[in-house]
C-alpha cells in the first residue's frame, strides 16, 4: 500500500464496538489476527483503540499494555499506535498521568489538537520517545483552533517532520465534496512537507480522503475503525480486506497527476 514510501495506517477498531458487524475486532487475540492480515495486505502501521474486558477504552497501563504485547506476540513487526484522547480519558491532567505511568510504550500516540492539554500531553509522549500523531480537524468548527494551536506548539517546540511529529488531518467532506477531491494539499495544510502529513476521513469521507492522500503524497489511513464499507458500498469483511482496497485504489489516484 505505500509503493511511493509513504505509511499506510490500518485502524483497527476506532470507537466501534460489536454492533458494528464482523469487520471490527474485539478481543486482544481477534485485533492482533485483524492486524497479523491487515500488515499481510500491506499496512505499514497500526492503530489499536486498547479497551478493558467491559468494552470501554483506556489509558491505563494495565490495558495498553497488554494489548500492545499481544499484537507484538503475535508477530506484528510495523509500528503500533494507540490514542491518547478524551475518548479513554476525559481529564487532562489524568490523561498525562496515565501517559507518563505507561510501563509497555506505543511506537506511536494520537493526540487531538481539538482536545484541551494536546501540547503537554504531546511533550510528554515525546519526552518518552513516542512519536505524535497531531489530529487537526478540516471542515470542522474546531478545526481553525486546534491548527493554530498546533502551529504554535510546532513553532516553539519540535517542528513538523522533525523530533517525532506527524501532522494527521482528518477531512470531513462527503462522497462528492470538492475538498476531498482535489488534487493538492487543503490549503489550512499549505507548506508542510507532504512526507510530513497522514489524511483520513470517517465513513462517507473515508475514500475521497484516501484518494487526495494518493494524489497529495501523503500517508494515508483506512480501516473499520474508520470505515465499514468498500469503495463499490460492499460491507467490509475485514481491515485486511479494506486494506487491499485501498491498495487497488491508491496507485490509481497517484497516476492522475497532481
Do not use: Y
Not at 483497527?12 to 495486505?41: F, H, I, M, T, Y
Request: net charge neutral; with cysteine; glycine share 12%.
Amino acid at each position: 500500500m505505500s509503493e511511493a514510501g509513504r505509511p499506510a495506517v490500518v485502524s483497527l477498531n476506532g470507537s466501534r464496538g460489536a454492533a458494528d458487524g464482523p469487520a471490527v475486532p474485539l478481543s486482544p487475540q481477534d485485533l492482533a489476527e485483524s492486524a497479523v492480515r491487515a500488515v499481510a495486505a500491506g499496512a505499514d502501521e497500526v492503530l489499536v483503540h486498547p479497551r478493558t474486558p467491559c468494552g470501554r477504552e483506556s489509558l491505563s497501563p494495565r490495558v495498553v499494555g497488554p494489548v500492545l504485547e499481544v499484537l507484538r506476540g503475535a508477530g506484528v513487526d510495523v509500528p503500533l499506535a494507540v490514542p491518547a484522547s478524551i475518548g479513554a480519558e476525559p481529564d487532562p491532567a489524568e490523561r498525562l498521568a496515565r501517559v507518563r505511568a505507561w510501563t509497555v510504550l506505543p511506537d506511536r500516540a494520537v493526540v487531538h489538537f481539538a482536545e484541551p492539554g494536546a501540547a503537554d500531553l504531546a511533550r510528554a509522549l515525546l519526552e518518552r520517545g513516542v512519536v505524535v500523531d497531531a489530529v487537526v480537524p478540516l471542515g470542522d468548527p474546531a478545526g481553525p483552533k486546534a491548527l493554530e494551536r498546533l502551529r504554535s506548539w510546532l513553532v516553539r517546540g519540535p517542528g513538523v517532520g522533525r523530533g517525532g511529529v506527524r501532522v494527521v488531518a482528518e477531512i470531513a467532506a462527503g462522497p462528492g465534496d470538492e475538498r476531498a477531491t482535489g488534487p493538492a494539499l487543503p490549503a489550512a495544510l499549505r507548506g508542510l512537507p507532504p512526507e510530513a502529513v497522514l489524511l483520513f476521513g470517517r465513513d462517507g469521507a473515508s475514500w475521497p480522503a484516501l484518494r487526495l492522500a494518493g494524489r497529495c503524497g501523503t500517508a494515508a489511513r483506512t480501516g473499520a475503525g474508520d470505515v465499514l464499507h468498500l469503495p463499490d458500498g460492499r460491507p467490509a469483511r475485514s481491515n485486511a480486506e479494506l486494506v487491499a482496497a485501498a491498495r487497488e485504489l491508491l496507485p490509481r489516484a497517484e497516476g492522475r497527476g497532481r
